[in-house]
């Protein structure tokens, strides 16, 4: 069997927010343990599609090239993932890329995920301090529960979990699961549970934990393994628990 001389990439592209999408192939040289990326590369360093005719470069998001930034997400062969970590040589060929369908398309492959940091506004996902000043080391946290809380916190807002879920829409405004799990996160901080309400009244609000259909895509597609329904599944505990307490006036009780 013939070593393969090149590989052909099916590009979805679009010039501006408001024009049409098309698609464009480029044949381009094959190369052991390429990724993704390097094939966008490639088209970059050279951009002429498959019939030889000049054309712009494609551009897509990317930053850290090693799968903790989120950036470089898109829709590969049909699934959403990471293209720094997505191996032609484990891709069927011909490579179909295309933007991310829940996310507004800037230009080509990348996408506009304001939506999810509007999300993280919602829940109140930090921890606030008073002043700049230094406060000094804070509680610890118990081992056990900081190594659960570790997983929840290699969220890089990537917004692959938003793709796979059927209840984040342009007909919904659901905030997704990656929100709900950072909330979580931050309630299970010894500091950061002080504010534990604030970020409980955020999932109760409009578009927040209720918006969930228990579809469950989000966990089997999370690049870093998150346990996020078990995130939705504690978050709807603790915002049950929250209406009552606010449903009894009790909403300072502990």
Request: hydrophobic share 35%; aromatic share 6%; net charge negative.
């Amino acid at each position: 069997m013939a070593e393969q001389s090149t590989i052909t990439f099916i590009i979805t592209r679009q010039n501006d927010p408001n024009s049409d999408p098309y698609e464009e192939t480029f044949n381009i040289p094959y190369r052991k343990n390429m990724n993704v990326i390097s094939g966008l590369m490639e088209i970059q360093k050279n951009p002429v599609n498959a019939n030889g005719e000049k054309t712009t470069p494609v551009m897509w998001d990317m930053n850290c090239l090693e799968e903790v930034c989120g950036a470089c997400s898109m829709v590969i062969n049909g699934t959403a993932r990471q293209s720094c970590a997505a191996l032609v040589d484990t891709l069927e060929q011909p490579i179909r890329l295309e933007p991310m369908s829940t996310f507004p398309v800037v230009r080509d492959l990348i996408v506009d995920r304001e939506r999810m940091f509007d999300a993280l506004k919602q829940v109140k996902a930090w921890i606030p301090i008073d002043g700049t000043h230094d406060l000094g080391p804070g509680p610890r946290m118990p081992e056990k529960k900081r190594q659960w809380a570790y997983e929840l916190s290699k969220c890089m807002t990537c917004g692959v979990c938003l793709e796979a879920c059927p209840n984040v829409n342009d007909k919904s405004n659901f905030i997704g699961p990656a929100a709900i799990s950072q909330a979580r996160l931050f309630n299970a901080h010894p500091t950061g549970e002080m504010n534990a309400s604030d970020r409980l009244e955020g999932l109760m609000d409009e578009g927040g934990i209720s918006g969930c259909g228990n579809s469950q895509n989000c966990v089997q597609v999370c690049p870093k393994g998150i346990p996020l329904t078990t995130s939705i599944a504690a978050m709807n505990r603790a915002t049950n628990i929250q209406a009552f307490k606010n449903f009894f006036g009790s909403d300072n009780a502990h």
